[in-house]
């Protein structure tokens, strides 16, 4: 039972991280400060954003290590019972160097995207990682989708097209934007989601193959991407670029004095940035938890309930409009992501097509992710 309201206390925090951690991203994009330059513009740093959500991410590291000396002061076998700490704390580290450039990339990517889309459109798109977690478990377990499965991974491409198409018709989010660069931040969601896809796979790989602590995981992950946007901030200083991207003193891909000046001048940006913070530290922990609990594909799916919250947050305060085309995408994500994980449709599967939901066999890992669904 403890284990239960556990892990129900974690994915409570999931969802909520997810939710907060989009909504911070695109209220900082909206925001304008001084610069270096002593010019007023919107803050635009997709890169110093990922930077921080990197070091949000590093201080589970820094989390677990405090706990794990506390633990190991009192008693020297708590470190091994206590659910944050408990498992193989002795492996190699840079088998999360992979995961932690996905992870960085991935997160670029969704900054990105929010400079140029409606925050719930990017949540719906990002919602298509199900059909490429799907497909990379099939090359790193060996899981071959069913027919329930692969109707869903169908109804959930039906789905990112029509998200798309509301996008293309309905352009008018703010004067600056265009079809192209609502398209373009389309783009960079599928992306991506793509690129989170491939680092939910290893990272269940890994935490299962190894017995890893999340928390020790996802600080590790964290370190990576810290260090590597250092030197992506350095290169990027150099990068002329032109609009919409190089809306900084220099106008090149990246300009971190302007957006540290930038942050100065405005508190806002700041206590979103250090909300941000926290919401990466516990977004990749809680998701971590969920994919060595259960799967990358459960972590995906409950990754993607964002999108309710997301979709009136970005009608009642962002702009958009109420789009009929991105509801029925909507409808046709969560039918698909439904199906894929036999949630309420195994009885209606059954009365439709008795044959192909009815005899379908199970793999070793659908039937793993099914036990460790279960309610204990």
Same mark, same amino acid.
């Given at each position: ?9 974690i994915i409570v ?23 270096i ?32 000396y ?18 193989n ?5 840079f ?5 932690g ?18 925050v ?59 079809t ?9 969601a ?12 290893l ?20 370190l ?20 919409p ?110 044959? #192909?939901?009815?005899?379908? #066999? #199970? ?7 099914r ?6």
């Open positions: 039972m403890i284990c239960s309201v556990y892990y129900g206390m925090v999931f969802i909520s991280a997810a939710v907060l951690g989009s909504l911070v991203i695109k209220y900082a994009n909206m925001q304008e400060s001084v610069g330059d002593g010019e007023v513009r919107l803050f635009q740093h997709p890169f110093i954003q990922s930077w921080v959500g990197a070091f949000g991410m590093f201080m589970n590291l820094v989390l677990f290590n405090v706990m794990y506390i633990l190991k002061w009192r008693s020297e076998t708590l470190p091994d019972e206590h659910m944050f700490t408990k498992g704390r002795h492996f190699n580290v088998i999360f160097l992979l995961p450039i996905f992870e960085i990339v991935a997160t670029t990517s969704l900054v990105l995207g929010l400079l140029f889309t409606y719930s459109s990017l949540a719906m798109l990002r919602s298509s990682m199900i059909m490429f977690t799907a497909f990379l478990s099939f090359f790193a377990f060996g899981h071959v989708p069913g027919y329930r499965e692969s109707f869903g991974i169908v109804c959930v491409i039906l789905g990112v097209v029509l998200v798309g198409l509301s996008d293309y018709l309905d352009k008018k989010e703010s004067e600056d934007k265009d192209t660069t609502i398209i373009l931040g389309d783009c960079m599928i992306v991506g989601a793509f690129l989170a896809a491939c680092q939910v796979v990272e269940e790989k890994y935490l299962k193959q190894y017995d890893i602590p999340p928390l020790q995981a996802a600080g590790w992950e964290g990576f991407g810290f260090i590597i946007m250092i030197f992506v901030q350095l290169i990027g200083q150099f990068i002329p670029v032109g609009l991207l190089g809306v900084n003193s220099q106008g090149t891909l990246s300009d971190f004095p302007d957006g540290c000046v930038q942050i100065y001048n405005n508190w806002q940006i700041a206590v979103t940035l250090v909300i941000k913070v926290f919401t990466m530290a516990a977004y990749n922990f809680c998701g971590l938890s969920v994919s060595k609990e259960f799967s990358s594909t459960t972590n995906k799916v409950l990754d993607s309930l964002r999108i309710i919250p997301l979709w009136v947050c970005s009608m009642a305060f962002f702009g958009q409009r109420f789009q009929y085309l991105q509801l029925l995408g909507f409808f046709f994500l969560i039918m698909g992501q439904g199906f894929y994980n036999n949630i309420g449709c195994t009885k209606m599967g059954k009365k439709c097509c008795p044959y #192909e939901f009815g005899e379908e #066999e #199970e793999d070793e890992h659908t039937i793993s992710m036990r460790r669904i279960s309610i204990e």
